[in-house]
């Protein structure tokens, strides 16, 4: 399977702007599919996004819709997460996470079977 690291989290000020990054290793991406997690204290882990590494092609959840792109960069094996406009309940624990392409939603925690640590988002009003 396709193991994953996240970094780039930290502090932001409401209204500013952060990226994360993934790194996947392992065996081929070519067939893999990577999503973007978050999960506040006390709240359900939700679906920010996902990626199909071989087209590109993305989904991206409610939560944070038209504030958030994910992209890839073949070259290094790294998805990015830029988030614009925070605002202070997108604080949470943001997780990257891999898995095989399949019918199953880049939206539904069953897409994947490999989790990253987690870095830490906090936005600040």
């Known amino acids: 399977q396709v193991q994953v690291v996240e970094s780039g989290g930290g502090l932001v000020q409401v209204g500013g702007s952060l990226r994360l990054s993934c790194v996947a290793s392992?065996?081929?991406?070519?067939?893999?599919?990577l999503g973007w997690f978050r999960q506040a204290p006390g709240k359900e882990r939700e679906a920010v996004g996902g990626?199909?590494?071989?087209?590109?092609?993305?989904v991206y959840g409610d939560s944070m819709k038209g504030r958030v792109t994910i992209s890839r960069d073949g070259a290094k094996n790294t998805v990015y997460l830029q988030m614009n406009n925070l605002k202070p309940e997108d604080t949470a624990v943001y997780y990257c996470?891999?898995?095989?392409?399949?019918?199953?939603?880049?939206?539904?925690?069953?897409?994947?079977?490999?989790w990253g640590q987690g870095t830490q988002v906090t936005v600040s009003s």
């Open positions: 392992g065996r081929t991406l070519r067939f893999a599919v």
């Open positions: 996470a891999s898995g095989l392409k399949s019918t199953i939603s880049l939206l539904s925690r069953r897409a994947y079977s490999a």
């Open positions: 990626i199909m590494w071989d087209t590109g092609a993305t």
